[in-house]
């Protein structure tokens, strides 16, 4: 009996030794602050303002390296304009579901934010419209077809995400509003 009661003592202080070793080589302890991490959600609103591309806003929330797309489809002054497949460039006009072309507003917007809480932001523009109709020959057929009018702009800008509000005003004189807070 002598030695199983030794054998269960040694047994039971090695157990107790590999618990507590943990416990002297534990990490130090977690202050929690009322700042979000660097690569934390970060809410995003974006506004167009255009006279030729309509008005479009919308909020989002991504992280830090993601990048978001944004597309707004919206009917022009003067409605839909008729298209038809053989158009030149059909298959790329943003169309209604009558097959009218109709305006279209893209941005991909992609912020990466530094450890100084400043976010650097590509912002890629595209847009088109359509202006009345255009005569068109195509397989000697004569068509018309939307004039559509085109607009694609990238923009590189820094900004804090600290509620901040930056404004671009982009080539054609549309202005986007971006404003960033964690």
Not at 127 to 143: D, E, F, H, M, Y
Request: proline residues 7%; charged residues 15%.
């Amino acid at each position: 009996m002598g030695s199983s009661f030794k054998l269960s003592a040694v047994s039971v202080a090695a157990s107790l030794a590999c618990a507590l070793v943990p416990a002297a080589h534990a990490a130090t302890p977690i202050t929690v602050t009322s700042q979000s991490a660097l690569d934390g959600p970060i809410r995003y609103t974006v506004r167009v303002t255009s006279k030729q591309f309509g008005n479009s806003q919308e909020t989002r929330t991504i992280r830090s390296g993601e990048s978001d797309d944004f597309t707004w489809k919206t009917v022009p002054p003067g409605g839909p304009v008729a298209a038809v497949d053989a158009c030149p460039d059909y298959s790329s006009l943003p169309l209604d579901a009558n097959g009218a072309m109709i305006r279209q507003t893209q941005i991909r917007f992609a912020p990466v934010v530094g450890n100084d809480g400043i976010a650097n932001v590509q912002l890629s523009f595209q847009a088109q419209t359509p202006r009345g109709v255009k005569t068109v020959t195509s397989g000697g057929k004569t068509l018309k077809c939307p004039n559509d009018v085109r607009m694609s702009q990238i923009v590189r800008f820094t900004m804090p995400v600290n509620g901040s509000v930056k404004t671009l005003t982009l080539s054609d004189g549309t202005s986007v509003t971006v404003s960033a807070k964690r």
